[in-house]
């Protein structure tokens, strides 16, 4: 199985969620060819009602814990719950662009 596959497997395991979008963005940085290492995730689900941003993102990392200690080097989150989705008009920005990493490959 995959590492995106799995991410998308825990996430809809923990949150049930109305909407999900698992993005392997790794083709953008500097990596070898076929890495996972670096997503982006678009995730609407009501379990964030009343939570602040950081602790949306803190409840993800904690599903994701053995995947960012296994080489998943990095998660752009877009955590909404579905009026707050909808209040954006289904948008998100756009991840940013790779500022380097080392010439080795690693990405790291």
Known sequence: M??????ENKLLDAFSPSFLEVLNESHMH???????????????SDEFDGKMLVARHKLVYKVLAEELANGVHALALHTHTVAEYETKHGTVPDSPLCLGGNKLGTGR
Do not use: C, D, R, W
Request: glycine share 4%.
């Open 30 to 44: 500097n990596v070898p060819k076929g890495s996972e290492s670096h997503f982006k995730v678009i995730l609407i």
């Open 2 to 7: 995959t590492v995106q596959s799995e991410i």
